[in-house]
């Protein structure tokens, strides 16, 4: 099975984010990691690629910088990576990434396609629905569980009280949830990702010309937590409580 | 506030990838249990099968037998992380399996013998431990009196040894034994399965420190095992055992340094919070001056350590030496800034739920475990004079 997975390299979330003063995007450095989302859609991947004796494939598309956070999925043991890396897509909108993404998927040729649920530096949530769209397959959102059968796939889709179980024949779209635990990168696989091959295109090379770009007007900082409210205990300090407590709303 | 880790021309990006990948396996798999584990006095088996999946047990060894292909310096990375983790007793219990017990294995031992004990204990389906120290021989090993006597196909062993790290619980021992005459000649190193008659644990040792790892002393009453189970040559086993002291030492010298940066992050932390007379400790003179010494020694101890650690990788005559004067250096420098940090702790100090006392009780055996202080001087002399 040839399973294709999306990837985004983001800035490390353990260092605080900063906006572009003029087009208040985010300053994306060389050093990008692999989001961690998407560690759970590389595993599962990487899992109907062994029951199957698949291939996996990364798709990404962003500046590609030092490649690190690629090299943490080609070191978990996908085989290849797909880069689009054009400054033409910066601040490309959710629909024109499905459609590049969607475009070099269809160009390498797939069986499978995983996502995670959203990114963590965007939080859009709807590109993995719109490219199989694009793409033309069905799409199974929310899957805790995959299961790779003769010609269709099973998963079990999270729900707020349970799990509902959904088949669809492949080809075939999946966003996998966080609930997946991914495999750590071993040295070995470290040592390999450098030798992997790692393609880079540009949105010509898929034919994509008319792309949409967000403009982001204003960005306004979060309002500032107002200072709480002491209340020292003079032996009535509960009346003053259950006061605050009923003008929130919560008694 | 942290401590800034200074860039070191022997490491690459792939280490540094690899660094962080062993930091997430601490946090995620080792830190959160370490109180639990330091008072059950051991860490659950399946950790073994775990730090296997993250390649962690066979990192040095070859691909051939599951191992990684790593190098020293990786081992260094790798140990400067896992120590990390608030329970210096588990990352002994796996670098007593991954690199003193299969050490010797990997590079002397038969084909047969590393298909059925090397692969399956860097899969960490089996727990290796290496049994060298007897009650009347520590450092001095060519004074062990434990007795292989060969009887047709087999070897049957009689004797006893203590202070076994994973003793109460491994699946076999690189067991160091005297096949010949008194002396360092006639010593051989034979993998011992532990579920062979005649075989016993004593008592599980209470310890100062390492204390989620189990240590044991073992009996042996006319226990037979096959020849088959010697490793490499009869009578060699005295050099086999003193030329893998080295990996031990850097293991040893390398916790050291991942010691010393967990407490100056943990020393940095505090003091930059600990208001005494109106202002942080940070900015007293005599702190400062502390702080600046403590990561001296620790940039001191990580340069020696990573210089011992290539000469080892190139297989260089002096890399024994080496790796001596790092552990030598290591053991004073770790003990001093331990010291330094619990004093800096003041009364949190004392109090067993931090970290701060049980590292500084955990570092007083870095100056014995793996040759004594005294034993690497002699070997430095050795070399010296």
Known sequence: MNIAVCVKQIPDPATPYELDDENHWI??????????????????????AEATEGTVTLYSM????????????????????????????????????ARVLAAAMQQEGFDLVIAGTESTDGYS????????????????????????????????RQTSDGFDVVEAPIPALITVTAGIEPRYPTFKGIMQAKSKPVTTLTSADLGITNT???????VEPVAARTAGEIIEDDGEAYLRIIEVLEQAKVV | MSYPRQPSRYLDDDLAAFRNMV???????????????????????????KAAAAGLLGLRYDPKWGGGGGSFLATCVMCEELIKG????????????????????????????????????????????????EPGAGSDVAAITTRAVRDGDDYVISGQKTFITNGTRADFIALAVRTGDAGPRGISVVIFPTDTPGFAVGRKLEKLGSRASDTAELFFDECR????????????????????????????????????????????????????????????????????????????????TYQAADLLDARHGSGDVAVSMAKLYAAGAVQFVASEILQLHGGFGQMEESAIPRYYRDVAGFSVGAGTTEIQREIIAAALI
């Open chain 1, 27 to 48: 300053i994306r450095p060389e050093d990008q990691v692999l989001d961690d989302t998407d560690r759970s859609g590389v595993e599962v991947a990487l899992q109907l």
């Open chain 1, 62 to 97: 962003s500046p590609s910088g030092t490649l690190q956070g690629i090299r943490q999925a080609l070191a978990m043991g996908a085989d290849a990576a797909v880069l689009i890396d054009d400054p033409a897509l910066k601040g490309a909108d959710a629909l024109t990434t």
């Open chain 1, 125 to 156: 949530g709807i590109m993995p629905q719109m490219m199989s769209e694009i793409l033309d397959v069905p799409c199974l959102s929310f899957a805790r569980k995959v299961d790779a059968g003769d010609g269709s796939v099973t998963i079990e």
């Open chain 1, 212 to 218: 949409v770009h967000q403009v982001i007007r204003s």
């Open chain 2, 23 to 49: 930091a997430s396996f601490v946090d995620l798999e080792i830190r959160p249990h370490a109180d639990e584990w330091e008072a059950a006095g051991e860490f659950p088996r399946d950790l073994y099968t």
């Open chain 2, 86 to 133: 608030d329970t210096v007793g588990t990352a002994v219990g796996l670098l007593a399996q991954s690199e003193f017990a299969l050490s010797v294995l990997a590079d002397e031992g038969s084909d047969r013998l590393k298909e059925e004990y090397l692969a399956p204990a860097i899969r960490g389906e089996l727990i290796g431990a290496i049994g060298v120290s």
């Open chain 2, 225 to 304: 095992i096959p020849t088959g189970n010697l490793v490499g040559e009869e009578g060699m086993g005295m050099r086999y055992v003193l030329s893998h002291f080295g990996g031990e030492r850097l293991v040893i010298s390398a916790f050291a340094v991942g010691i010393m940066e967990r407490l100056i992050d943990l020393g940095l932390e505090y003091a930059s919070a600990r208001q005494v007379f109106g202002k942080p400790l940070t900015d007293f003179q005599t702190w400062r001056h502390r702080f600046t010494e403590m990561a001296t020694r620790l940039e001191a101890t990580r340069t020696l």
